[in-house]
């Protein structure tokens, strides 16, 4: 706010304004009515990065394919938001348009949460070692992937919690009462409401596609199975050589038995062309995220 009104008057029309913060809907509300006629606020928050900071940490690469999201108002012209679309394009990323308030409900869900849930487990952890010493030194790559984020800076997640705060205790309270189920099941000794519990976790992340980066269901995915041999993932590219191919990744590849690649497209008509491709020249493949066959 104290940026924006220092700037304020300085500012032309046509210009527009927008930022890279975590959550949206109190911009959307205190900006605007700060800025002189025919300037425009745009709320912008990149779905990348990690928990490194400062210039050592700077990534040439961080954009791309990387959901970019935009947070207009009604009032936004169209010619604003094409504007933003092409910067962030030039950049590498992918553009994804949400209201202010969706977006801090869904960032709290996948972000947020998170990020007060691994702090929350490796302070548990770090009692249990005062009790137990040695505790922490038996965590493996599980505690370790589980916890990464806890090393962000507690300064900046502070200010991220409390300027979303109501979505974020709305989360909470939905988790707090997943935990419940989970504590009232171990409880009672109903083993197969636990095991039922974590089979539904299971099944939804394993639908999840692999790419790291923003909303992980925006891009259209295709397992494709290969041989163990030579050329065979060159095979697959070259039969794909007219279509956008937005990510690529072996999943498994077992010595004598082959294994599989994913590919990720940018849309449904690339996704489909693609499976049909590969189909026709003999490889096994297997549609994830768009319309299933």
């Not at 965590?139 to 806890?150: E, K, Y």
């Not at 909303?215 to 050589?241: H, N, S």
């Not at 294994?259 to 491709?277: H, I, P, V, W």
């Amino acid at each position: 706010e104290q940026v924006v009104a220092e700037i304020a008057s300085a500012l032309a029309p046509g210009a527009i304004i927008t930022d890279v913060a975590s959550t949206k809907g109190r911009f959307a509300k205190v900006i605007p009515p700060l800025l002189p006629p025919g300037v425009y606020y745009v709320g912008g928050h990149p779905m990348a990065g990690s928990e490194q900071s400062g210039i050592a940490a700077a990534d040439p690469f961080l954009f791309q394919n990387a959901v970019y999201l935009l947070t207009p108002g009604a009032e936004t012209p169209p010619w604003v938001l094409a504007a933003l679309e092409q910067f962030i394009e030039m950049v590498g990323g992918l553009p994804l348009q949400l209201a202010p308030e969706e977006h801090d409900l869904m960032v709290a869900v996948v972000s947020h949460l998170p990020h007060l849930s691994a702090a929350a487990l490796v302070n548990v952890a770090a009692e249990f070692n005062q009790r137990y010493p040695g505790t922490l030194a038996l965590a493996a790559g599980g505690f370790h992937d589980t916890t990464r984020v806890a090393m962000g800076s507690p300064v900046l997640w502070r200010e991220i919690f409390a300027t979303n705060r109501d979505s974020l205790l709305r989360v909470l309270k939905a988790m707090h009462g997943e935990l419940a189920a989970f504590i009232a099941a171990l409880s009672a000794g109903e083993m197969a409401e636990v095991e039922a519990r974590l089979e539904r976790a299971t099944v939804i992340r394993r639908e999840l596609p692999a790419r790291k980066k923003g909303f992980l269901t925006l891009l259209y995915e295709l397992v494709v199975v290969i041989e163990d041999r030579p050329g065979t993932i060159a095979e697959v590219i070259d039969i794909l050589k007219e279509i956008n191919i937005k990510d690529i990744e072996i999943l498994r590849v077992r010595e004598g038995e082959g294994g599989t690649l994913r590919l990720a497209f940018e849309d449904e008509n690339a996704l489909k062309n693609a499976d049909q491709l590969l189909r026709a020249r003999g490889f096994m493949t297997q549609v994830r995220g768009g319309e299933k066959r």
